[in-house]
């Protein structure tokens, strides 16, 4: 049944003089719940209308006030229909257009939010189909700007409810997840294949990869998780927050995927090497490098960012000397054996973990952030002693942020060449090295059959060498 607008508002009319608690129509503060989807509404349309990230405004402390007032199950719970929303955006509002024989009007992008909330429930999260439509039509009707939708809301979201088992599947084999800009990059740089297969892995929730200090094989057994090829132990649904598994309060190990772990690796053996990690915050590759050996030097221009560093570093027992500094600016009067690179990009690359990105960032981000790697590469550059490597990372799927980026550096810097990464220098690069001797990752290689075990996030890496 399509749903008419007309339709909708002559059942609201019949039915609202015989409300019952329960049905959606009674005051909305009364509602246990609709706290957590009226904050789910309006940090949806802070991502989507205004394009801000979605880790700020759900941060527990310092994020959006509507969000931090809920107590943390709620919070946990407007996360995960976030996180659905996002993800599935298009589909989502595919099955809602299905549902209506003519367009909401045009500044209905408060009634929209509220449909696309519940919907992400009914279509993909474990919440009774009643409790989410009756909590939209509560979030609609108090609302002054949906009130008149309230019947609307009603007969759209039963309808979508009744008919998901088979609309859902079909909706889902014809639609990309993705905003067309990011599609039609994804097709130019990987080809349609390739970007179908990552468009794809976007839809799932990423698993939870760690990188294991020691014995990567004994811990994967006692998590209950899989070793993956490079020594990774990744974990899906653990159930158990991570600093209650078994290992984290020891320092044994530390949350990194898969994809990420490995820049840090082509820098090769840096045992008594003196290294510097750049753009080094949250850690997880200072943690690498001290583990390996290194004396590290992790730079990082965000003091609560280095907070964090800190706080990871003595939790694994690991040392490394701290700086706070602009890395443009920064003159530390010597040079270094190494250095590590992983510049802040446009992070497309970990859709899976941040599905807010395709929704935050554009084309012309995606320039900006290439322009501003590019002088952190050059900045960096000159730390590096006369043979020593440095190793450009990031976590964007564009070439514009990789690829193209390096090969213009190389084209001005003839004191630097290319250090080509071999497919065999150490287990789990099979595949994943260019002709070029890069590192190029995506959310489709490592495929399982099971896809909840598959993937990691996109990155890109050279490894470069001082010659002069």
Sequence with gaps: MVVTERVATERRRKTRPKAKPGTGAEPAAEMPGLAARRAAARLLAAVVDARTPLDGLTDSEHGNPQFTALDPRDRALVRAILAAALRHRLSIGALIDSRLDRPLPARAGTLLHILHVAAAQILFLDVPDSAAVNLAVAHASADPRTRRFTGLVNAVLRALATRKERALPKVLATTRDAP????????????????DAIMAAHRIEAPLDLTVRTDPGGWAQRLGGRLMPNGTVRLVQPGTPVPELAGYAEGAWWVQ?????????LLGAVDGCDVADLCAAPGGKTAQLANAGARVTAVDGSANRLRRLAVNLERLGLSAEIVRADLASWRPGRLFDAVLLDAPCSATGTL??????????SPADIAKLAAAQ????????????????LVFSNCSLDPEEGERLVAGFLDERPDFCRDPIAPTEFDGLDGLVDACGDLRTTPADWPIDDPRWSGMDGFF???LRRTG
Excluded: C, Q
């Excluded at 800009?181 to 390739?194: D, N, S, V």
């Design 180 to 195: 067309d800009w990011f599609a039609e990059r994804l097709i130019a740089a990987y080809g349609p294949e390739t970007a």
């Design 257 to 265: 995927d898969a994809a990420a772990g490995l820049p840090a690796r």
């Design 352 to 361: 899976r973990r941040h599905p807010d990105v395709a929704w935050t960032k």
């Design 374 to 389: 590019r002088r952190l590469l050059d900045a960096a550059s000159g730390l590096v002693r006369p043979g020593g490597r």
């Design 461 to 463: 890496a050279a490894r």
